[in-house]
């Protein structure tokens, strides 16, 4: 080699080397800044700064559901005036339910007066046939030329006549001859100790008993039967 040559590669600047960890560093810092601008023209994007617009949103937002909910002056006169039909004719029937009621309770009253008052007229009817039949044996009995049997006839054709209308209207006489004793039903005037008689057992009745259907309205006065064992006759020794 020439001193020339030597000269020329001294002078020669050696091209200067990046190390590797540099390389990475200068990419890193480049992708931040290209994903920041991104992330900015998004957020422009989707949420704008613009004052203008903010406020302009939220005044349309806020007035439109006020001018909806208020209704006019006619609407409002238009509903009273339903309102105030309706209460005319709820007020029309409770007046006269009201009424209907007074009436009705008048009506019972009436006829439970009526009731109470005229609640023996069937069997008070009944009973005049009775009372004739009485009063022409009466006569009959009065005359002179009256049989005693014929008079006797006629009294129980009367008797009858007024058995069967108390049974009508359930009222039946309680005549317990030879039965068994009931209290419920009976009145035990006295007790006759009766020879091998069944002890309880009604001999004589004195004055028969009556009830209205289920319901006493006089017991039956009766003698009742007590049992005497006989004595055994005596052995003569």
Same mark, same amino acid.
């Not at 080699?1 to 540099?22: H, R």
């Not at 992330?39 to 617009?53: G, N, R, V």
């Not at 009424?99 to 019972?108: E, F, G, H, I, T």
């Not at 009995?141 to 006549?161: F, I, P």
């Given at each position: 080699?020439?001193?020339?040559?030597? /000269?020329?590669?001294?002078?020669?600047?050696?091209?200067?080397?990046?190390?590797?960890?540099?390389?990475h560093a200068d990419s890193a810092?480049?992708?931040?800044?290209?994903?920041?601008?991104?992330?900015?023209?998004?957020?422009?994007?989707?949420?704008?700064?613009?004052?203008?617009?903010?406020?302009?949103?939220?005044?349309?937002?806020?007035?439109?559901?006020?001018?909806?909910?208020?209704?006019?002056?006619?609407?409002?006169?238009?509903?009273?005036?339903?309102?105030?039909?309706?209460?005319?004719?709820?007020?029309?029937?409770?007046?006269?339910?009201?009424?209907?009621?007074?009436?009705?309770?008048?009506?019972?009253?009436?006829?439970?007066?009526?009731?109470?008052?005229?609640?023996?007229?069937?069997?008070?009817?009944?009973?005049?046939?009775?009372k004739d039949s009485m009063e022409?044996?009466?006569?009959?009995?009065?005359?002179?030329?009256?049989?005693?049997?014929?008079?006797?006839?006629?009294?129980?054709?009367?008797?009858? /006549?007024?058995?069967?209308?108390?049974?009508?209207?359930?009222?039946?006489?309680?005549?317990?001859?030879?039965?068994?004793?009931?209290?419920?039903?009976?009145?035990? /005037?006295?007790?006759?100790?009766?020879?091998?008689?069944?002890?309880?057992?009604?001999?004589?009745?004195?004055?028969?008993?009556?009830?209205?259907?289920?319901?006493?309205?006089?017991?039956?006065?009766?003698?009742?039967?007590?049992?005497?064992?006989?004595?055994?006759?005596?052995?003569?020794?």
């Open positions: 080699m020439t001193s020339d040559e030597s /000269m020329s590669l001294v002078g020669e600047k050696k091209p200067q080397q990046t190390k590797p960890n540099e390389k810092v480049s992708d931040t800044a290209t994903k920041a601008k991104s992330t900015e023209q998004t957020d422009s994007t989707l949420f704008p700064d613009t004052p203008e617009q903010t406020d302009s949103t939220a005044t349309t937002d806020t007035e439109a559901p006020t001018a909806e909910a208020t209704p006019s002056v006619d609407e409002l006169t238009r509903q009273l005036a339903q309102a105030k039909q309706k209460a005319e004719i709820h007020w029309d029937n409770l007046l006269r339910k009201q009424a209907d009621y007074d009436n009705l309770q008048k009506r019972m009253a009436r006829e439970l007066d009526n009731a109470r008052k005229y609640a023996l007229e069937k069997f008070a009817t009944e009973l005049l046939a009775v022409l044996g009466l006569d009959a009995a009065a005359k002179s030329e009256t049989e005693l049997g014929a008079v006797h006839e006629g009294m129980d054709l009367t008797l009858k /006549m007024m058995t069967d209308t108390m049974a009508k209207f359930g009222i039946n006489e309680i005549n317990p001859i030879e039965e068994k004793f009931n209290p419920q039903w009976h009145e035990a /005037m006295a007790m006759q100790p009766v020879p091998n008689a069944e002890d309880g057992t009604v001999l004589h009745v004195h004055q028969k008993g009556y009830q209205l259907n289920d319901r006493l309205l006089r017991p039956a006065r009766v003698m009742v039967a007590k049992a005497v064992n006989a004595e055994k006759p005596l052995e003569n020794q």
